[in-house]
């Protein structure tokens, strides 16, 4: 018989993955549950119990198979488990995770909600990045995505949300009129006459994106040039590329259509391609992941 197990190990309710919530708060649950047991020595564990392994399997894991071996799988009797409140109250505060330090039961389970606080797993950044690279078939469309002669641009990354149903008395929409003069603004600040500058808008309503950005978008599906007359004054000239459920980009080339694209790919592409990443929904947390894992050098602009 193998000796029995004594490490002390920590469970999470698992909150965003048994209400079926979205990528990024998944991420923040599943990188703030090892960050935790990183501080207070614990092994982070997660419960096959109501089918939540699976559930992880299917919306991370699969995508991050080197993030998801962090976590052991367990069969652990619920009678067995410690519970202590900790984050159970909102949804983006920290609680000092250090003060879990006096307990000694072996098996903690936190009753809390979302922990969408960088500062749960932020000082292991690295490692998180690390394991969070995207796999490479979201590489390789991310790659897809810009023709050649676009890919040595400066590229400004903005991300747009608006909110579905169920999230309305929850979420901070993008604003229309400070995301586009905000990216105006940024345009302005990195454009120079050796410099020139992309902007990317990534999103979950591409009909509120190219309204926004209506001017700058081709008219037709053939090469366009967007400086005309029905361009907002006073705008810097560049050029826009839609992403996400498709995108169009003008100018130099011919307009394209891409369709599925998926949060994954958004992850892939900001890895690969921003420059700078303009976060104009102040409540995403899939744009908030976006930019934590952009490029080594990204500069990033929160609202």
């Known amino acids: 018989m193998p000796p029995p197990d004594t490490r002390k190990t920590l469970q999470i309710s698992m909150f965003t993955f048994k209400n079926g919530r979205g990528l990024g708060q998944q991420l923040f649950e599943m990188a703030s549950l090892l960050g935790i047991s990183k501080q207070i020595g614990r092994v982070p564990v997660i419960t ?3 089918d939540v392994w699976d559930t992880v399997t299917n919306s991370v894991t699969q995508y991050f198979p080197v993030f998801g071996m962090n976590f052991e799988q367990v069969d652990m009797d619920p009678s067995s488990l410690f519970s202590v409140n900790l984050n159970i109250r909102f949804c983006c505060k920290y609680e ?3 003060n879990l330090n006096s307990l000694d ?7 809390g909600v979302y922990f969408q606080s960088f500062k749960y797993f932020d000082e292991f950044r690295p490692e998180i990045r690390l394991a969070l690279t995207p796999p490479i078939e979201s590489a390789i469309r991310a790659e897809m995505q810009i023709p050649d002669d676009f890919r040595k641009d400066l590229i400004i990354c903005v991300h747009t949300k608006q909110p579905v149903y169920r999230e309305m008395s929850l979420s901070g929409p993008s604003d229309p009129v400070f995301t586009r003069k905000a990216t105006d603004f940024l345009v302005s600040k990195y454009k120079t006459e050796d410099n020139r500058v992309t902007v990317a808008v990534l999103g979950n309503d591409i009909l509120w994106a190219q309204n926004l950005f209506h001017d700058k978008i081709g008219k037709s599906n053939y090469f366009s040039n967007f400086n ?3 361009s907002i004054a006073d705008s810097p000239e560049y050029t826009v590329s839609l992403f996400h459920k498709f995108r169009i980009d003008s100018k130099r080339f011919q307009a394209l259509l891409t369709v599925g694209l998926s949060p994954i790919d958004d992850l892939a592409f900001s890895r690969s391609f921003c420059d700078v990443f ?3 929904a102040p409540t995403s947390s899939i744009g ?3 930019a934590y894992l952009s490029k080594d050098t990204v500069e990033v602009y929160y609202r």
């Open 48 to 50: 096959r119990y109501a």
């Open 96 to 98: 000092n995770p250090l």
């Open 105 to 111: 039961q072996q098996h903690l389970l936190i009753n």
């Open 228 to 230: 005309d007359t029905n």
């Open 278 to 280: 303009f976060l104009s």
């Open 288 to 290: 908030w992941w976006m």
